[in-house]
């Protein structure tokens, strides 16, 4: 199992470019199953989950093709990836390959729309909760499907089609409104979705839909309406940065101080994390190239965050700006309402030294003046990152364990920083 080293201390200098969203990739691939033309997909990240899925979509079938790009200082981003599901040849997705992502469960959402059934395992992903997939079932239901859950598997069938809706989601969930968006655009009439994820990836979804010749308006607010159309046609797309990937890097820089244009980035993708960067001492400046983030000697003081869908504060940068707020000037209040466990980066940031207690859904990071570097173990894929962050302001050697988790969701992680100056390493086997 590969291990990453860390020397800390070094502040990061130069350009980092930012891949294609993990979490948008994802569904654009899957939304290949609802066509049996050929959809483009470029900017599409490296990565252990978009390998995982294309052997998903293989197993039902999938045609795929791929065309690396080189970008920047000879550093290999981004690829090219041509999915056709001419035929549908299987509509099981099996235990084996749906149990290591989230994602690969939503498939079952194109499936049902055009093969009219589909038998898929309950999915795995990172453990930082219970994840739950009552929400998907009460929405492909809404639109017609008869449910049973069978030795593990959802099976779910809709013999003369989908026929839409309303689906009022009382919670909202992004897998879910990926789901029912891609099963609308296949079904009998009108879908409403209520209470919509509004996350950058669900538009991004829509927007690849409509070039693929769906109906939808409203994707990015809370309520989305889909007018079912009798097929879907190939198109191309570029999928849209990591919102993810471009926080994490700027909360590196606030931690060890220095000057990055995280190239390709979108701000107005990151919104709520950008005013919290630039109140703890951050400065962030949207350039035609990207954001450039900077933070020279003067260190950083605390600021509470609470996590929450989009536009709030995103979840899945909470693990990040708690190793920042380690060494923060003060005490800052960290509270995760989207997962109920999500907070076992805690005792790994310990071993740096970090002051922080847990109660329930609220983590207190007492500011300590330095960490030092140690052995540590990645639970999950962002508190992995956070434990980078971490040992790049930390003193000494750090070694994080189990960096597989990384490699689901950072695309050269390493080769990125190490070019800004950070000392990081992979170590192999
Ligand atoms: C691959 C991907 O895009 N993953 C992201 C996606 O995960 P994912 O789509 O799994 O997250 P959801 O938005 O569905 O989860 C939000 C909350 O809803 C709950 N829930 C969800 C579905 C359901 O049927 N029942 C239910 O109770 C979940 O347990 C959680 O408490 O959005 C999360 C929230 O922004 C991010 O942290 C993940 O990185
Ligand atoms: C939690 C994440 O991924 P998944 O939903 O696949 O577990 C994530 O991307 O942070």
Redesign the pocket.
Known sequence: MDRIRIVGGNPLNGTIPISGA???A??LMIASLLTDETLTLENVPRLA?VRQLTNILVNHGVDYGLNGKRQGEGLLTGQTVSLTARSITDTTAPYELVST???SF?VIGPLLARMHEARVSL?G??A???????????GLERLGAKIDVEGGYVVAKAPGGLVGNRVVFP????????VILMAATLARGQTVIDNA?R?P?VVDLANCLIAMGARISGAGTSTIVVDGVDRLRGARHRVVSDR?ETGTYAMAVAMTGGDVLLEGADASLLEAPIEVLRQVGTEIDETNSGLRVRRNGAGIVAADIVTD??PGF???LQAQFMALMTRARGTARITET???N?FMHVAELARFGAHISLEGQVATVEGVERLKGAPVMATD??ASVSLVIAGLAAEGETVINRVYHLDR?FERLEDKIGRCGAVIERISG
């Open positions: 993990k979490n948008a994802l569904p989950d992502m989230r994602a939503w999915p992903g990172c930082i909760g219970t994840r739950p997939v009552d929400l998907f079932l009460m919670k909202v969930s992004v897998g879910a409104t990926h994820a996350e990836e993810i869908p989009f995103p979840t899945d989207i997962f109920e999500r894929l962002r969701g």
